[in-house]
């Protein structure tokens, strides 16, 4: 079964910067809206960013400005570059995925840990 697979997570001190990257583990067709999700010990996965196949991007607010999203549709890789990270941002980041712009993500990551000390 095709999974998404991300990469680039790591340790870095406040105010750095870190880049993820997402790409399927497989070949999927006609891939849509795009999104990184991330959680913290003890509390829901919440929603970062995501990214439309025309690359209409949102945000939360919690990061907007600091954190850009992309995407290459040729290699159906999307990213997300951190600056100015905050011991906050600690987490696992998921990558997700889906076909159907209206339907739920259909395709996640395992998750990549970040880790940002103060």
């Known amino acids: 079964q095709v999974q998404m697979v991300e990469s680039g997570g790591g340790l870095v001190q406040a105010g750095g910067s870190l880049s993820l990257s997402c790409a399927p583990s497989?070949?999927?067709?006609?891939?849509?809206?795009m999104g990184w999700y991330r959680q913290a010990p003890g509390k829901p996965r919440d929603l970062v960013a995501t990214?439309?196949?025309?690359?209409?991007?949102t945000y939360a607010d919690s990061v907007h400005g600091r954190f850009t999203i992309s995407r290459d549709n040729a290699k159906n890789t999307m990213y997300l570059q951190m600056n100015s990270l905050r011991p906050e941002d600690t987490a696992v980041y998921y990558c997700?995925?889906?076909?159907?712009?209206?339907?739920?993500?259909?395709?996640w990551g395992q998750g990549t840990q970040v880790t940002v000390s103060s």
């Open positions: 497989g070949s999927i067709a006609n891939l849509n809206t």
């Open positions: 990214i439309t196949r025309g690359g209409r991007t």
């Open positions: 997700a995925a889906k076909t159907d712009p209206i339907g739920p993500y259909k395709y």
